[in-house]
């Protein structure tokens, strides 16, 4: 069973960083991608970033690139994706979950089978 667990998310000043673990298991350890979607108060949730370990890319949103990053560790049984975030603004406010899918990265959420619960990150101004 394909099991995700989110977890970093807080209040921090705008400016300040956070950095977002999803913690996976349950799935072919060489055959994997994860992506980063949030979703803010009243709006749609919409792609932040992905990783593949197939081909090693990555994907960021516009909205993101170059205050976003991205990586991961691979331990003996389960995967960790990071998100690292600095810069952060306040359009930055929202819950955020990390999704899993076999293969590579696709940046729309229908491509994704299993979620997990979603982190909180505040972002005050």
């Known amino acids: 069973e394909v099991q995700l667990q989110a977890s970093g998310g807080g209040l921090v000043q705008a400016g300040g960083s956070l950095r977002l673990s999803c913690a996976a298991s349950?799935?072919?350890?060489?055959?994997?991608?994860i992506g980063w979607f949030r979703q803010a108060p009243g709006k749609e949730r919409e792609v932040v970033s992905c990783?593949?370990?197939?081909?090693?890319?990555?994907?960021?949103a516009d909205s993101v690139k170059g205050r976003f990053t991205i990586s991961s560790d691979n331990a003996k049984n389960a995967v960790t994706v990071y998100l690292q975030m600095n810069n952060l603004k306040p359009e930055d406010t929202a819950v955020y979950y990390c999704?899993?899918?076999?293969?590579?990265?696709?940046?729309?959420?229908?491509?994704?089978?299993?979620w997990g619960q979603g982190t909180l990150v505040t972002v005050s101004s």
């Open positions: 990783i593949s370990s197939t081909t090693g890319s990555k994907y960021y």
């Open positions: 349950g799935f072919s350890f060489d055959d994997w991608a």
């Open positions: 999704a899993y899918r076999p293969g590579t990265w696709y940046n729309k959420e229908e491509y994704y089978r299993t």
